[in-house]
């Protein structure tokens, strides 16, 4: 096998090994606007992945689909204080239009949960219209100085949530609910394992009373924050006058939420599961989970038997994996190890091997992406085997990235033991913390490194690592991206 020339290896040049990957894996491209970028087919196909299971887990939960607008006026972000606080830096804002000045600048939505607010305004009116859940899949635009494809672009795709409900029961059950589903799907699909808790005051959404988290460490032991549920309590719907007559005639204020996963899951993808060849997919969120190859150099033998078998076994596969699950690799004026290489570098979890020797002994050599591990599979047993082989590649890559998390988490009980760990191990820190907004913001300033979440699953209390005073949350701290 030809090693990956076009790729720094990961050991030397972490970012560099990082960008390597997409360019070989022909997954994105800088655009011609700094801070933007082209989603190739690649890419593209990985993101519907994504989108097509998540819709159907929002669906399954009771949410439907709808479309705001990309414009949102200024005035609207301007009606909830910490809102507009923390997104004005990132505001593109439109001011001329139409070849004339515009009355009213409009914001290139950061997020939307003032536009939506505003609509619910006119479209709740009492509690028989509760609740509504709705969801939306779209573009937002957050200026971004540090750009990185995938992980920070100024224009990203995602999906955003907006419910409205009753009481702060219903919502607050909303925006757990919506976090575990975030939670299965990141681990189920993606083979990426992440810590759920409760973020810091420091790092809440701007107008939130409280943000949950999925965080996911990467290779280089950084934290990557992976999708956010937020529970708004009143404060969007006070804003915005989202009131509704409950079941006793009296008006009260909506409780609402918002949640969201964005274009960033495929850079987690990438940063927990590539090598230094390139691209590893899950087979779960794969586009293309099993690629077969025909090979042989004898053209007679390749159309009169090789490449007939590997059409029936293509159907074959069509039935069990999908239609578009399984491709026919037919690139015949290129070498076999070049044709080897591109799909490995692509990620496709599943080589299957078809030349004169397999026609002969009545197998296919299946080439495993995860582990390289060759399996020889019988023409007989390809229905059986070859999903029992990508439900392993799919266990093994979580497995893996478990093990890692594992292995690179420490639990520390003072300052100094933090900033040791943290200068000669880097990873997950878990220390129990009872500090102010002031304490958390001077050990960032001292370390770069922040409050990752308050363990959802782990209620303990202990010593503050940080300032000694008792009844301190048990917290996950690290440098992240």
Not at 406 to 432: C, D, H, P
Request: proline residues 5%.
């Amino acid at each position: 096998m030809k090693m990956a020339r076009n790729i720094t290896p990961r050991e030397k040049d972490y970012s560099q090994w990082y960008l390597d990957v997409i360019k070989a894996a022909e997954m994105a491209d800088y655009a011609p606007v700094r801070g933007c970028m082209v989603i190739r087919p690649t890419g593209y196909a990985i993101w519907e992945s994504i989108q097509s299971q998540l819709d159907e887990r929002f669906k399954e939960t009771g949410h439907v689909n709808a479309y705001f607008p990309l414009l949102i006026p200024s005035s609207f972000l301007e009606k909830e204080a910490k809102h507009v606080e923390g997104f004005s830096p990132e505001c593109a804002v439109v001011t001329y239009a139409g070849g004339e000045e515009l009355e009213e600048p409009l914001v290139i939505r950061p997020t939307s949960e003032t536009v939506i607010g505003h609509m619910y305004s006119k479209w709740i009116q009492s509690w028989r219209d509760l609740p509504i859940l709705i969801n939306q899949w779209c573009n937002v635009l957050r200026w971004e100085k540090r750009p990185r494809l995938f992980l920070r672009t100024s224009e990203f795709l995602w999906q955003e949530g907006h419910t409205a409900h009753a009481t702060r029961e219903e919502a607050l059950e909303e925006t757990l609910r919506m976090l575990e589903v975030y939670r299965s799907f990141m681990e189920e699909v993606l083979a990426l394992p992440v810590l759920t808790g409760e973020k810091s005051e420091g790092e809440r959404f701007p107008g939130a009373e409280n943000t949950y988290t999925c965080e996911a460490m990467m290779t280089d032991k950084r934290a990557l924050q992976a999708g956010t549920s937020h529970f708004l309590g009143q404060n969007f719907a006070k804003a915005f006058d989202i009131r509704f007559q409950n079941k006793d005639g009296e008006l009260e204020y909506a409780w609402t939420t918002s949640w969201g996963v964005s274009t960033r899951l495929i850079g987690a993808i990438i940063m927990t599961h590539a090598d230094n060849d390139g691209l590893v997919l899950p087979p779960n969120v794969a586009p293309v989970k099993t690629v077969i190859l025909p090979i042989t150099p004898d053209q007679n033998l390749l159309q009169e038997k090789i490449l007939p078998e590997a059409q029936k076994i293509l159907e074959r596969l069509k039935k069990i994996l999908g239609a578009n699950r399984v491709i026919l690799d037919t690139q015949f004026h290129m070498r076999p190890g070049d044709r080897f290489f591109y799909h490995l570098q692509k990620g496709v979890p599943l080589r299957l091997e078809l030349g004169e020797a397999e026609m002969k002994s009545s197998h296919l050599r299946a080439v495993r992406r995860d582990t390289g591990e060759v399996v020889n599979i019988s023409f007989d047993a390809i229905e059986r085997e070859v999903p029992r082989l990508l439900e392993n590649i799919q266990n093994t890559l979580y497995r893996r990235a478990r093990s890692f998390r594992e292995e690179n988490t420490y639990l520390v009980t003072s300052f100094e033991e933090f900033n040791e760990v943290l200068n000669k191990k880097g990873g997950f820190i878990k220390a129990y913390f009872a500090g102010s907004p002031e304490d958390e913001k001077t050990i960032k300033e001292a370390t770069t490194a922040t409050i990752r979440c308050f363990l959802l699953n782990e209620p303990t209390e202990g010593t503050c690592f940080y300032t000694k005073k008792k009844g301190g949350k048990l917290a996950v701290f690290a440098k992240a991206y």
